[in-house]
Antibody, heavy 120, light 111 residues
Framework: QVQLEESGPGLVRPSQTLALTCTVS??????????WSWIRQHPGRDLEWIGY???????FYNPSLRSRATISLDTSKNQFSLKLTSVTAADTAMYYC????????????WGQGTLVTVSS | DIVMTQTPLSSPVTLGQPASISCRSS???????????LSWLHQRPGQPPRLLIY???NRFSGVPDRFSGSGAGTDFTLKISRVEAEDVGVYYC????????FGQGTKVEIK
């Protein structure tokens, strides 16, 4: 069973960069056909997909966040990361890292989530 | 973007009775590879969502068989044959055919 755990600061100042890391256990981050995503959930309940990185390193982003988001792999640590630049209060949300294969529709295994608040 | 619209947004149900949630996409979810990447997720309060159903009708590992998914093209349905107390929470449909987008969520609560 794949397990994921998010880590990073819970408070980010406006205009700064949000940086989160997801540590994967139970499988290699370079396993065939795995997609590693970041998804956020704003207070209330809306879910918003930020983007994914393929096991081989290719990336694909939500068009609305493409200009500010970067997802990368660290194969030596079995981790993947998110950076979101120029944050505002609208970026306050629970951030989840998620993994899954194409056969299962990409979104299968979820971390517990980490709450990020953007505030001065 | 493909817009996912769920109905109803809230569903009070009686224990032991069936429940049904509909999801409509703004365009066909049939991928060029022939698959339809429509999933259903369930989120309990304070927990991350978990996968119930993938590619319209396939139950994920460990999901009880009282959950079933159906549909095609742009119209999809999740059914719970007999609601149990642990089924309360918010249900989301999700598509991964073109980018990834989610429905607004349907809150299921016991009457």
């Amino acid at each position: 069973q794949v397990q994921l755990e998010e880590s990073g600061p819970g408070l980010v100042r406006p205009s700064q960069t949000l940086a989160l890391t997801c540590t994967v256990s139970g499988d290699s981050i370079t396993s065939d056909d795995y997609y590693w995503s970041w998804i956020r959930q704003h207070p209330g309940r809306d879910l918003e997909w930020i983007g994914y990185i393929y096991y081989s390193g290719g990336t694909f982003y939500n068009p609305s966040l493409r200009s500010r988001a970067t997802i990368s792999l660290d194969t030596s640590k079995n981790q993947f990361s998110l950076k979101l630049t120029s944050v505002t209060a609208a970026d306050t949300a629970m951030y989840y890292c998620v993994g899954g294969g194409n056969n299962y529709g990409l979104i299968v295994y979820w971390g517990q989530g980490t709450l990020v608040t953007v505030s001065s | 973007d493909i817009v996912m619209t769920q109905t109803p947004l809230s569903s009070p149900v009686t224990l032991g009775q069936p429940a049904s949630i509909s999801c409509r996409s703004s365009q066909s979810l049939v991928h060029t590879d022939g698959n339809t990447y429509l999933s259903w997720l369930h989120q309990r309060p304070g927990q991350p969502p978990r996968l119930l159903i993938y590619t319209i009708s396939n139950r994920f590992s460990g999901v009880p068989d009282r959950f079933s998914g159906s549909g095609a093209g742009t119209d999809f349905t999740l059914k719970i044959s007999r609601v149990e107390a642990e089924d309360v929470g918010v249900y989301y449909c999700m598509q991964a055919t073109q980018s990834v987008t989610f429905g607004q969520g349907t809150k299921v609560e016991i009457k």
